[in-house]
């Protein structure tokens, strides 16, 4: 007869009602004391239900072990061993658990940075989502702006109009000027100057008559004469240049920042703040009344020369890169990130054609005759020709391959030559109308980040990433 739970002779042995198991008085009403059930069935139980059994005094036998004096010392011997033993073991799992608890504080103060982190943005964004205005363009160019479109004032309307009807019936009777370059002269072209400019990481070039812009990233720009090879003049422009636009009487400069900076003979006349985020790229309509920035955050601005204010502005569904007016001024085309080319009307800003080139568009540009759009991408070594009159795929005319990554295009006053502007160098396209093909008069290796034609076409201009304007033209 043993005890259910110490497994030895109950001295005081009793037995449950309910089981019939017999216990050790004093062990089981500890347990019902403690746990109120039995131990081997999980019933309640209580000590009432504890019934004593009557049976003889047992005496328990002394082990062998105990029988003498070196038997005990033995079992002493074996119990102190046991206990280093565990002791140990203990010691080897408080330095485990010391490291698991050491990487699991590690975890959590890193989670707690992230979570931290994450709460700022957060708090940023719902900030910046605040300053959302369907109103006026913001004062400082900063906040976030969504707006329909606006479109030209009437009066502005009308002389888009009128410069439309102007140029485009000049356009077809207006014969190439006596003293314009020919094609034997471009493929004579030869370096006839090269400077370094003050000016580090160049980002664009702008020619006005005999004079070239130079504008940086670092926002240094610099003015060069083209005829006597010279730095003229130095300008500190607020903020790096993303694109550089001349015109007779003024200077400007996109910059990274959102703003376009006027310049008259050297003095900043003017600051146009309205794009949230870098201004991308400049144009000027034929007109000359009417200034085009394109930027970032996907508008399209227009501003008013006269009064220096936003006139009209749009938006794109991505960011946009570069831009131009058509020469007669009533479509005005931009390149986007997703490698569309998009055609808006002038007058009202609506979409008017849509071109693909099927990666970011790196620069485009019209040609004199009025029909066809030139424009290449990001990474391509080829120029597509786009022919305003078609649509969809029939709008591709011709695919120009240069050999090499472009970056800069510029088509002359006539229409016959398309310079072409890369890392690996300069070409001259030309396309000739009688025979209704291309050729290619003139190739250098000079790398440029943009490329512009001088006066009557007889110089060729170009800057590169190092702020190095070289000049070709035909050799004396």
Not at 182 to 198: K, W
Not at 218 to 242: H, W
């Amino acid at each position: 007869m043993l005890c259910g739970i110490s497994g030895e002779a109950p001295q005081e042995p009793v037995v449950s009602k309910k089981s019939g198991v017999v216990y050790e008085k004093r062990l089981i009403e500890q347990y019902i004391n403690e746990n109120g059930t039995e131990p081997s069935t999980g019933e309640a139980l209580t000590a009432d239900d504890l019934l004593p059994i009557q049976s003889s005094r047992i005496v328990r036998p002394r082990p062998p072990t105990l029988t003498s004096i070196p038997a005990l010392l033995a079992t002493f011997q074996n119990e102190w061993d046991a206990l280093a033993l565990e002791t140990y073991n203990l010691k080897e799992q408080l330095v485990r658990t010391r490291e698991e608890l050491a990487t699991a504080v590690y975890q959590h103060d890193a989670a707690v940075r992230v979570i931290a982190r994450l709460t700022r943005e957060r708090d940023a964004a719902r900030e910046a989502l605040s300053k959302v205005t369907v109103a006026d363009g913001p004062a400082n160019g900063e906040e976030m702006v969504v707006d329909s479109v606006e479109a030209l004032p009437e009066p502005l309307v009308a002389y888009v109009e009128e410069t439309q009807e102007k140029l485009s019936k000049g356009r077809k009777k207006r014969p190439i000027p006596d003293d314009w370059v020919s094609a034997d002269e471009i493929s004579a072209f030869g370096s006839s100057a090269s400077n370094a400019l003050p000016v580090s990481q160049a980002t664009s070039l702008a020619v006005a008559g005999s004079y070239a812009a130079v504008g940086g990233l670092k926002g240094d720009a610099a003015i060069y004469a083209i005829d006597t090879d010279s730095v003229e003049r130095q300008l500190a422009v607020d903020g790096p240049v993303t694109d550089t636009l001349w015109t007779e009487k003024q200077l400007f400069f996109a910059t990274s920042k959102g703003t376009v900076k006027v310049y008259e003979a050297g003095t900043e006349v003017a600051t146009l703040s309205e794009h949230a985020g870098p201004a991308t790229a400049l144009s000027i309509h034929p007109g000359g009344e009417l200034l085009a920035s394109v930027g970032a955050d996907k508008s399209v601005v227009f501003y008013e020369l006269s009064s220096m204010k936003r006139v009209s502005r749009a938006f794109a569904e991505s960011s946009l890169t570069t831009c131009a007016f058509h020469p007669d001024g009533h479509l005005f085309a931009a390149g986007t990130v997703s490698g569309d080319i998009k055609l808006w009307m002038t007058t009202s800003l609506e979409q008017a054609a849509v071109f693909k080139l099927g990666a970011p568009v790196q620069a485009l540009t019209f040609s004199e005759n009025g029909f066809w759009l030139a424009a290449t991408a990001k990474g391509q070594t080829s120029v597509t020709i786009f022919d305003l009159r078609k649509e969809g795929d029939a709008a591709t005319a011709k695919v120009l391959e240069t050999g090499g990554s472009v970056h800069s295009l510029a088509w002359d006053y006539s229409g016959q030559f398309l310079a072409t502007g890369g890392a690996s160098g300069l070409t001259v396209q030309q396309y000739t109308k009688s025979s209704k093909k291309w050729s290619e008069p003139f190739r250098n290796s000079t790398p440029a980040v943009s490329v512009k034609w001088g006066p009557s076409g007889k110089k060729l201009v170009a800057a590169n990433g190092e702020g190095v304007v070289s000049v070709f033209g035909v050799q004396a």
